[in-house]
């Protein structure tokens, strides 16, 4: 809706005040910058990976049980 809302020369200030806010924290903050970079990828794939979890904690808990009960019908 933002992007309605203004005009393509307010979006391009906005980019450019954006782009330079980013490269001044860079200069004044380095590790900062990188522990963000770090975080943002780490919850990306965090999130990306995160469907796939429900499907292998289901498949690992099927085989437990199945492992625990020829464990006990074997004795």
Do not use: C, D
């Amino acid at each position: 809706m933002l992007y309605y809302k203004t005009s393509s020369e307010q979006r391009e200030q906005l980019w450019g005040w954006g782009v330079r806010s980013w490269a001044e924290f860079g200069q004044n903050r380095p590790v900062l910058r990188k522990l963000t970079i770090f975080l943002l990828f780490a919850v990306t794939i965090f999130v990306l990976l995160g469907g796939f979890a429900p499907a292998q904690t289901s498949n690992y808990l099927k085989n437990a049980t199945n492992v625990a009960k020829s464990a006990v019908t074997s004795h």
